[in-house]
């Protein structure tokens, strides 16, 4: 054993052996602090938010990585977590690290989630404040053009009604007539004026000791002049009387044409299926497929474009690959097991999948990125997402199918107009989008069967009436069945909806439109008969009114004229008998 160990120089490898021992030390105990500052620094450099690790070991035997509590802030929405995983393991290529790459041969990422609410901020301090928006926040469905049946509703009803000849001629008869009797009764109001003022001078003329025989003239044409008068206004009154029926007859007649002009009112509105669709299925689809887009836009954002090729510098010499030997991007992941939770029509589901290619170098690689995700639920869902960066297009593209997608019980619309309440089900719904440098296209397909669907409507636009004929209509619809076609950018993606529950709403609209129509007809008929009768009889009474008055006041203008005549022939002197005379009593006096 002396002879053995005297065969070493000592003096040479002690020294060395030392210094091995040392740098082994140093990456067990060291390399680990200086990784987590490594990992966080670019993370938060890449993201422009908050990456924390909850702790972080190496295994420099097995060149091996893992980290635990792994959180990456969102920095649109600083107080949500893009992504959070409860542990992250990567098996490292030995090789590849002693040529300074980075490759993860095998890997998993375990208790994955998304978009999940963290305890504090994750913006960074030296970014800009920005204003956080309000999370979960359903903004209100665009409005449905309903002015066709909104004009069918109770406060519109009464502001037609008011537009029908029997309203405007009732309205204006009532206007007229008072000015009518307004005229006569001033004439007769001066027609009694003129009896006082004449009785008054017939009383002075019998006190007057010489009495003119001009003067009993004057006074007996007076007297015969107020008598004619009279007479005449009387023959006014009857008149009136008579031209009262005749409006009467008018408002009939007016009534009668309006009530044949209601029977020409048909249905004639012109309806959309497609933008039904759209005002009921937009919402609720742009939901998903925006934050779908979010998500593939985040994913691109954050893997490598291609990396430009450089030209070497003088005096610094190039890099040579040997025959038989491969270039490797400075870092790669070959494959990583992935697990986690993620939520869907806000119902958590288990997943579990590999991402595979993620590379500094797509074009060296010469293969895309994968994304492959199955839930392990009855729903069966599975996502693939393929990020070639590979060529000299950006191509992404995601397939999402799902056969069995639990939904639950969903209002589509909105509730001051039409709404509908579909029962829970299930549907099957398979999705694929492709984005090419900054443009997007794709579809979304979806199927739910066995449902029932139940009617809302505004107050403004019949209420629970025109529900319970919509209602009647949508009992024969069990499926709701569409696509939604998507172009434009990620920014303002352009999405148009088609689906069979627009034709289905529109044929159950124009019924309603119908039955209201006929509805608001026999109602507004009943109610122009029940205004031309009752503004009628308003008329009647005003003018019946007016002229007991006015008759009545005649009827104390007459009495005055006789006993004027009376007064007079007594203070002529006449006997009783001249009182009937007709003949002038200027006459007897000659």
Known sequence: MKRLLSVFRWGYVAPRLALVLAVVGLLSFGLAPLLHWLI??????????????????TSVVRTSLELDSVQIANPERPMKNAVEADAVRIDLSAAALLRKKFVVQDGS???LRFNRPRRHSGELPESQAREEEPDDTEEPGEPLDLAWLASLGDDAQQRLLEEFETARLSAE??????????????QAQSLAERAKALQRRIRDFAKNAKKQPGDVIEMEAEIRELHEQTQTLRKKIGKLAAKLDADRQRVNEARLRDAEKLRTIVFEEQLDAETISHYLLRRELAAKIESTIDWIVWCRDHIPRR?????????????????????????????LH?????????????????????????VLLGQPAIVHLKTTDAAQIEVVARFDRSGL???????????????????????DQLELIVSPGFARVHAELKLEEDQI??????VQEGIRIEPRVGKKLGGLRVAGYLNDSLQQIERIEGTLRISGTPRLPKLKVESSLGGEIVAALENVGRREISHQRERLESQLAKLAEQRTADLVARVEQRQRQL?????????????LKRELVQHVGLPNQFLGNKLPLGNLLK
Do not use: H
Not at 316 to 326: A, H, M, V
Not at 340 to 361: H, K, L, V
């Open 393 to 415: 297009r950006d191509v992404t593209t995601l397939a999402f199918d799902c056969p069995r997608l639990v939904q639950a019980r969903r209002e589509l619309g909105r509730q």
């Open 441 to 446: 296209e794709g579809e979304l397909a979806f």
């Open 307 to 335: 990396v430009p090729e450089t030209k070497p510098t003088p005096g610094k010499g190039i890099d040579i690959t040997f025959p038989g030997l491969r270039r490797v991007p400075d870092y790669w992941v070959q494959r």
């Open 173 to 186: 008869l009532l206007d007229i007539w008072p000015p009518r009797y307004q005229a006569l009764e001033q």
């Open 109 to 111: 990422i375990s208790g």
């Open 551 to 563: 008759t009545d006041k005649l009827g104390l203008t007459d009495e005055t004229v006789a006993a």
């Open 40 to 57: 966080v620094s670019a993370g938060q450099a890449t993201t422009g938010a908050a990456v924390e690790i909850g702790a972080l070991r």
């Open 338 to 362: 992935l697990d986690g939770e993620i939520e869907i029509n806000g119902r958590p589901m288990a997943f579990a999948g590999t991402a595979s290619n993620f590379t500094s170098d797509p």
